[in-house]
Structure formats: structure tokens, C-alpha cells
């Protein structure tokens, strides 16, 4: 029997809050990996196919948003032909990551999506929105686990989480402030509830459930980046989840079949407008 990794008050925090942190579950020498692997494949600019782009092909920021020279990389474990896709795999399956999901949902995690951000000095932030919005898991919801490739706090654009709202179901989004978000949606905080910083040391990892209300605001910062290697993740119950993330798969490396969610969710047709989160 494997030794847990969590104490009862962590699993009680994560019930009551809805998020857990990690702190220090990657060493210094795997965060270097991580974010030199991904550095190196950002050297010469975004990268077809990998980094984030518009149905039409035409870049998704404008020349002068500190984004375009380093938008979002999405999915990058499918690419397993660049150096990011065998590394992002490993950490999005990374066993300690699997066993701490496991401890926390009560199930068999599944993995569903990697991304990476780059968010450098400057950069707008995501602003606050749930999760499972975009990836309609059902039953149930999804989890995140967020790894910190950079200390992340309020200068440099780090998390925002409204502890306790994983109790909501989804809340259909207004439009974000287009001056300090890159995303279109925005979740305002439920009345009784508050927004809080959640402050991370490169290496730590925060866990959340999906339908968390969380985000993040622009890195105000002059010269930090804030990095982060991003994954979610569904129970082994899960029979629904949105068709755009097409290639599940258990902590092993199997692919797992589930039917894929179209048309109206819970807030109408958002299907074609929402894409990938
Ligand atoms: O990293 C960020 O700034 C926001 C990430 C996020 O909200 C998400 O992946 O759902």
C-alpha cells in the first residue's frame, strides 16, 4: 500500500477551499528542465501548431502585446516530436502529481490537457472563470494541477482563487476587461465570498477543482517572467468531456475513450465560441 502524501487537515482544506498547495513537490533541477526545455523551444518565436493561433492561422495578439512574442503552448505533450512534448508529458504525469490527485478526488486521475504560459513582464493576466466551463466534465468536474516554474505573487501576476466556491455550479460568464485579460470570459466573486493571492515558490503546485472561480491579473513586473506548466485532469468516472480535448489518459500512459460533450453546456451554445481553454 502506498504511503499517502497528504495529511487529513490537507484533505480537509481542499474540501473546505477547494485548492491545495504542494509546496516544493518539483526540485530545483526539474523546474530548470522544464523551463529551459520550454525557453529554448520559444528561442526563435511562437511555434506553428504548438503555440496558441486562431482558427485562421492569423497570430491571436497584436505586435505590440508583450503576448505575441510568447503566446500560450497548448497540448504540449501531443508534440512528443520537440523537446517540450516528452517533458511535459512526464510532469503531467508525474507520479506524485497522480498520487496527491488521487488523494484529493477520491479516484483514478485522469489526464486531459497540458499548457504552458509563458506570461512575461507585461503580459494581461486570465481573468477569474472556472475551469470546468470550458472542459465539461460530467459527471463531477475537472481538477488543475498548476506547477510554478517561476515564485509567483501579486507583482508578477500570480494566482487568484475564491476559496469555497467550488460549491457553485457553473456560473455563466460575462465578457472580461479586453485592457487586463486575454481571455473574453470573466466570473464575477459571489456575494459572501472574497478572491485571495495565492503566493507560490517555483516548484510548488497548486491543485484546484474545477469549478473554482480563479484567474490571474496582468504581470505588473519590469523584468519577471511568471511561468507555468498547467494540467487537467478528470475523475476515472468521468462519461462526458468537452471534444476538443481529444486524447485522455490514465497516469500510465493509456488512452482512455470517453464521449465527447458538443453543442449547449450549461450557459447555451458557447461550444464553437469557447475552443480549447
Ligand atoms: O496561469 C494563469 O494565469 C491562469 C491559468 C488558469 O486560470 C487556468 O489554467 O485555468
Request: proline share 8%; charged share 20%.
Amino acid at each position: 500500500m502506498t504511503t499517502s502524501l497528504l495529511g487529513e487537515q490537507d484533505v480537509r482544506h481542499f474540501n473546505e477551499q477547494g485548492y491545495f498547495v504542494a509546496r516544493g513537490l518539483l526540485d530545483p533541477a526539474q523546474v530548470a528542465e522544464v523551463r529551459d526545455t520550454f525557453m529554448a523551444m520559444a528561442a526563435n518565436g511562437p511555434v506553428p501548431g504548438l503555440s496558441e493561433f486562431r482558427h485562421d492561422g492569423r497570430p491571436v495578439y497584436d505586435s505590440q502585446d508583450p503576448l505575441s512574442r510568447y503566446p500560450r503552448m497548448m497540448h504540449p505533450h501531443r508534440h512528443m516530436d520537440k523537446p517540450v512534448g516528452p517533458v511535459a508529458r512526464k510532469y503531467m504525469l508525474y507520479p506524485a502529481i497522480g498520487q496527491i490527485l488521487e488523494e484529493l478526488m477520491g479516484e483514478e486521475p485522469i489526464a486531459c490537457q497540458s499548457m504552458f504560459y509563458f506570461k512575461p513582464p507585461g503580459a494581461r493576466g486570465q481573468d477569474l472563470h472556472q475551469d470546468n466551463y470550458y472542459l465539461r466534465v460530467s459527471p463531477g468536474t475537472c481538477m488543475a494541477a498548476w506547477m510554478a516554474i517561476d515564485d509567483a505573487d501579486e507583482e508578477n501576476g500570480g494566482m487568484v482563487v475564491v476559496p469555497g466556491s467550488q460549491t457553485l455550479q457553473i456560473v455563466c460568464p460575462k465578457k472580461a476587461d479586453p485592457t487586463r485579460f486575454f481571455t473574453t470570459e470573466h466570473v464575477d466573486v459571489p456575494e459572501g465570498m472574497q478572491e485571495v493571492a495565492v503566493r507560490l515558490k517555483a516548484g510548488d503546485v497548486l491543485f484546484f477543482n474545477g469549478n473554482v472561480i480563479h484567474g490571474s491579473y496582468p504581470n505588473s513586473s519590469k523584468d519577471r517572467f511568471r511561468r507555468a506548466l498547467i494540467c487537467h485532469y478528470m475523475p476515472a468516472s468521468t462519461r462526458e468531456l468537452s471534444h476538443w480535448y481529444e486524447d485522455p489518459m490514465r497516469f500510465s500512459g493509456e488512452r482512455v475513450y470517453v464521449s465527447g460533450a458538443t453543442g449547449g453546456g450549461p450557459c447555451g451554445n458557447t461550444d464553437t465560441a469557447t475552443g480549447p481553454h
